[in-house]
């Protein structure tokens, strides 16, 4: 997949392109079929996206309500299949574009054919283009439009709102479901208090990035992917009230595991809430129940 991040960088290679535009926070299974219906149409397929989110920028904020970060963004659409990915900044100039303005900058010079997007798309400048106005500016633009429809999972939309919903309430095999992969989080281990390792139970810290939402505070099983490959793991997300020092803390024990870990790089998949997270009497009860935790998912 060839990735272009500037709108002053046509490319011939991508004429003709169908192209699925988004921000696709997750790539979830709705998303999934607004690219894959790019990836249907036969080669050259495209998708359009930006490196930041336009919520937070028009915003000012720093909301830490992401699904993903880029790099994992752009790992799951490379795996959809696709041929070239624009990922834009999103910025000032972007923000202050109508969508006419954005389609003839960032897709008419790339020769894009067709853009694919989902029913509930917005883009430009307030007033905000929706899906059916877009496909009334591709046919005045000469570009074909396809737009998709709904996703459902049972009675309930399919959404990144839903989602982050799962999350909060820790509901992460649905989460999960929605987006066809575990729930994760990357990062270089770095050095904490060395808590679990006095407790029996040495741990890995890995610092969520400050995009990317927090799940509900709790004990979860987890799979953790360092160089040597992916193992069974534990992870408790908390301000480890025990201990009563209130510092947020993201703690994973590897199952069966032992060496030094120290500034490699790992990735934490989340994959089922085991309990939230509690406040114990004494270290010896927390010792039993992380004794009791790690047992329930080898079961």
């Given at each position: 997949?060839?990735?272009?991040?500037?709108?002053?960088?046509?490319?011939?290679?991508?004429?003709?392109?169908?192209?699925?535009?988004?921000?696709?926070?997750?790539?979830?299974?709705?998303?999934?079929?607004?690219?894959?219906?790019?990836?249907?149409?036969?080669?050259?397929?495209?998708?359009?996206?930006?490196?930041?989110?336009?919520?937070?920028?028009?915003?000012?904020?720093?909301?830490?309500?992401?699904?993903?970060?880029?790099?994992?963004?752009?790992?799951?659409?490379?795996?959809?299949?696709?041929?070239?990915?624009?990922?834009?900044?999103?910025?000032?100039?972007?923000?202050?574009?109508?969508?006419?303005?954005?389609?003839?900058?960032?897709?008419?010079?790339?020769?894009?054919?067709?853009?694919?997007?989902?029913?509930?798309?917005?883009?430009?400048?307030?007033?905000?283009?929706?899906?059916?106005?877009?496909?009334?500016?591709?046919?005045?633009?000469?570009?074909?439009?396809?737009?998709?429809?709904?996703?459902?999972?049972?009675?309930?939309l399919v959404s990144s709102s839903l989602i982050r919903q799962c999350l909060a309430s820790g509901d992460?095999?649905k989460a999960n479901k929605l987006l066809s992969r575990r729930f994760c989080y990357s990062g270089i281990?770095?050095?904490?208090?060395?808590?679990?390792?006095?407790?029996?139970?040495?741990?890995?810290?890995?610092?969520?990035?400050?995009?990317?939402?927090?799940?509900?505070?709790?004990?979860?099983?987890?799979?953790?992917?360092?160089?040597?490959?992916?193992?069974?793991?534990?992870?408790?997300?908390?301000?480890?009230?025990?201990?009563?020092?209130?510092?947020?803390?993201?703690?994973?024990?590897?199952?069966?595991?032992?060496?030094?870990?120290?500034?490699?790089?790992?990735?934490?998949?989340?994959?089922?809430?085991?309990?939230?997270?509690?406040?114990?009497?004494?270290?010896?009860?927390?010792?039993?129940?992380?004794?009791?935790?790690?047992?329930?998912?080898?079961?």
């Amino acid at each position: 997949m060839k990735i272009i991040r500037s709108f002053d960088s046509p490319t011939r290679e991508a004429h003709g392109a169908n192209a699925a535009i988004g921000f696709f926070d997750g790539v979830h299974i709705a998303h999934q079929k607004v690219i894959g219906k790019a990836v249907a149409y036969g080669p050259p397929s495209a998708a359009i996206t930006f490196a930041n989110s336009p919520a937070e920028f028009v915003k000012k904020t720093r909301e830490a309500s992401q699904l993903m970060d880029l790099d994992s963004k752009i790992s799951a659409i490379e795996a959809l299949g696709v041929d070239y990915l624009f990922v834009f900044d999103f910025n000032d100039e972007v923000m202050n574009m109508s969508a006419d303005e954005f389609i003839l900058k960032a897709v008419a010079p790339f020769g894009i054919e067709r853009l694919i997007s989902g029913f509930n798309f917005r883009m430009g400048k307030a007033p905000q283009t929706d899906s059916a106005a877009l496909e009334a500016l591709c046919i005045d633009l000469g570009i074909k439009c396809d737009i998709v429809g709904p996703v459902y999972e049972g009675s309930e939309l399919v959404s990144s709102s839903l989602i982050r919903q799962c999350l909060a309430s820790g509901d992460i095999q649905k989460a999960n479901k929605l987006l066809s992969r575990r729930f994760c989080y990357s990062g270089i281990i770095e050095h904490g208090r060395h808590m679990g390792r006095q407790l029996g139970f040495p741990t890995i810290n890995i610092y969520i990035p400050p995009h990317l939402i927090v799940p509900k505070w709790g004990v979860y099983e987890s799979y953790t992917t360092i160089s040597e490959g992916t193992y069974h793991s534990i992870t408790n997300i908390g301000n480890r009230p025990t201990f009563g020092d209130g510092k947020f803390s993201v703690e994973t024990h590897i199952l069966d595991y032992e060496g030094d870990l120290y500034g490699q790089s790992a990735k934490v998949e989340l994959a089922k809430m085991i309990r939230p997270e509690m406040k114990f009497g004494s270290v010896g009860e927390l010792i039993s129940q992380i004794a009791r935790d790690v047992e329930s998912i080898r079961l």
